[in-house]
């Protein structure tokens, strides 16, 4: 991946944890929003993961479609 499309990557995946309110939320500890992510990623890898990911999916376009 070039750098400038790394940059972009990087920028959009932050804003999207501005966009979920986690900043605000843990007072901008990053020790938490890691341990959050950490937590998230462990799910994925549990046989849970499909119904995880239809689960966290649902929730995310609702998301979305509240900010339009």
């Given amino acids: 991946m070039k750098r400038r499309e ?4 990087l ?3 932050g804003g999207l944890v501005v966009k979920a309110g986690l900043v ?3 007072d901008d500890d990053r020790t938490v929003m890691l ?3 950490t937590e998230a990623a ?4 549990s046989e ?4 995880v990911l239809t689960l ?3 929730r995310g376009k609702r998301a979305f479609a509240a900010d339009d």
């Fill in 42 to 45: 462990a799910r994925l890898r």
């Fill in 6 to 9: 790394r940059t972009r990557q």
């Fill in 35 to 37: 341990a959050l992510l």
């Fill in 56 to 58: 966290w999916r649902r």
């Fill in 48 to 51: 849970d993961r499909e119904a």
């Fill in 11 to 13: 920028i959009e995946l």
């Fill in 24 to 26: 605000e939320l843990v």
